[in-house]
């Protein structure tokens, strides 16, 4: 087999800094005297699903899971996978929490350093 | 250790005692139940207490059941390896259906072997393998070695194409 030097994402583990913002759906109907009130619906804040740069875990491996997980394309995927490795962490997706959740659930199955932090408003 | 592709999977064979032991090694390192080593597979997920409760409860045990499962596939296909005629080396073959868990446990185990060794990022790099403890050194060169069956399972390598197992004179 040839051989190749082993090519890992290094750097230090960044822990997630974001304030977490409770998710609020409201979507009260008031009714002030006589008029009836229009719904007031304050929606919930996005989350974001950060992965971050681990020293053991090999670069065309967390391509390969983003591109599994998210379907990205490969020049997506190797874009993120570059940014966790240079800037110890990168924003993989943005979206409704239960989203969120279930991706950060699935890319912690293959063993990507994965945080969840609702985007500040 | 040679690597082939046949129409089976892919084909690792003159695998010296030490890369048999590393290999048998994988199921029980995703099994492991070293805090450090849960810590980094299960790590935190929400900065919050509440909602890392909720997360503990509810996506953790479901985590904990695929890794399971993932180490007893492996362990089966481990169960299958044997010996080349004539050697003490063995061969194995890891199925194509079975390449995407592989890759996994591959990444788990290596995790974990860093992280029950103490070992840090600057170890990883050449330069640092000479600073290492003897048996960070013996980790290192595990980790090592599971990273090559990984990049050779995720298309790194160009593999020759053997045909069968049969080609291979392997029974």
Known sequence: MPVSSVSCILGERVRSSGRLARMSVRAATKEK????????????????????????????????????????????AHRLMMEVHQSGRSVVWTGAREQAEMYAQKLQAHHLLTTLEAVDA | MWVARVAEGYVFGGLLPQAVETLKGVPMLLESS??????????????????????????????????????????????????????????????DGHVSAWLAALNAARLAL??????????????????????????????????????????????????????????
């Open chain 2, 34 to 95: 070293d805090g450090r080593v849960r810590a980094r597979l299960l790590p935190e997920t929400f900065e919050e207490a509440e909602a890392q409760e909720t997360w503990q409860r509810h996506a953790v045990p479901e985590l904990e059941r695929l890794f399971l499962s993932r180490a007893q596939l492996v362990r089966r296909d481990l169960a299958t390896m044997r010996k080349m005629p004539s050697t003490d080396q063995q061969v194995l073959l890891i199925p």
């Open chain 1, 33 to 76: 005297t006589e008029t009836k009130a229009k719904p007031k619906t304050s929606l919930a804040p996005p989350w974001n699903v950060i992965v971050h740069d681990d020293p053991v875990t090999l670069m065309t491996y967390v391509t390969k899971v983003f591109r599994t997980v998210f379907g990205y394309t490969e020049d997506k």
């Open chain 2, 114 to 171: 860093f992280e029950m060794n103490d070992l840090e990022a600057r170890h990883m790099e050449a330069e640092g393998f000479g600073g290492a403890t003897k048996k960070q050194q013996e980790a290192l060169l595990r980790i090592h070695l599971l990273a090559e069956i990984q990049s050779v399972l995720l298309g790194d390598f160009e593999i020759d194409e053997a045909g069968s197992l049969d080609d291979l004179g392997i029974d």
